[in-house]
């Protein structure tokens, strides 16, 4: 394969994969505590060749490399939802839950109350507070959430919500739609952390960003692919040439 169908078909790769991450962001525009993926490209320079007695100098092809997937971790804005199950954190941190995984943080803070009386994530995860688990019992109402994260009931204090921070986002990994893992210890909340009761979290996509990025992405998808074909019809005619060339 010719040099130039190469280094097309790499920038389609990354174009593709590019096109897979703005739909994805677009999917979620409305999902919880969800953080946009952006894309890192990089240029990618093949090795020259070792051998010095061609005729010409040999020119360094550059390829387009798809270094990583980063997610934007800014925050979304807060939403008033009114139910009492439903909270979001102003200010940095995580809430720390637990499911079939293991330990997981998540910014979606749409809980609920399961058939047990756990307050739960909307994916069945457990929400922990500083001691475990939320249990609530059957004749528990009046479910309050105070802004440092203390959970209260008409018997009395519940639990307290735990909210972790890294010192390094970089050290989550994504899992699902909001939901993040990481190997590093986490740290407690500062005390400038502010628990809102009856109100989540929106994604931080931007919508008209994410269109716009969508509308450029598959234009360039576009032209890489008319480049391409002409690439193909010029090396069939030359072909075709050759083929006319008496012997």
């Known amino acids: 394969m010719e040099n130039a ?31 946009a993926e952006e894309m890192t490209f990089g240029e990618y320079l093949m090795p020259k060749a070792r051998d010095d007695t061609f005729q010409r ?41 637990e499911g079939a995984g293991g330990t997981r943080y998540t910014r979606n803070g749409a809980f609920q109350i399961n058939s047990q009386g756990v307050l739960v994530t909307s994916e069945g995860a457990r929400v922990l507070s ?18 440092d994260g203390t959970i209260s009931t008409n018997e009395g204090v519940r639990g307290k919500l ?20 990481s190997d590093a210890e986490p740290q407690e909340a500062t005390a400038r952390v502010r628990i809102v009761q009856g109100a989540i979290e929106k994604s931080n996509v931007k919508p008209v960003a994410e269109m716009s990025r969508l509308v450029e992405v598959t234009r360039a998808y576009e032209s890489v692919t008319s480049l391409l074909s002409k690439q193909d019809e010029i090396r069939r005619a030359a072909i075709e040439k050759l083929a006319e060339v008496p012997s």
Do not use: C, Y
Not at 16 to 35: H, Y
Not at 68 to 88: E, L, N, P, S
Not at 138 to 145: D, F, K, Q, S, V
């Open 162 to 181: 735990r909210v972790a921070r890294f010192s390094s986002l970089q050290d989550l990994s994504k899992e699902g739609a909001s939901l993040f893992r």
């Open 130 to 147: 500083t001691s475990g688990p939320i249990q609530l019992g059957p004749n528990e109402r009046g479910l309050t959430i105070s802004s």
């Open 57 to 97: 100098r040999d020119r360094t092809l550059s390829f387009v490399e798809d270094l990583a997937t980063w997610h934007d971790q800014t925050a979304g804005a807060i939403q008033t939802t009114g139910a009492d199950t439903d909270v979001a954190i102003d200010g940095e941190g995580f809430f720390v839950v």
């Open 5 to 35: 169908s190469l280094v097309g078909l790499s920038r389609q790769v990354a174009l593709r994969r590019e096109l897979d991450v703005i739909s994805n962001n677009v999917a979620n525009m409305n999902t919880s505590g969800f953080k």
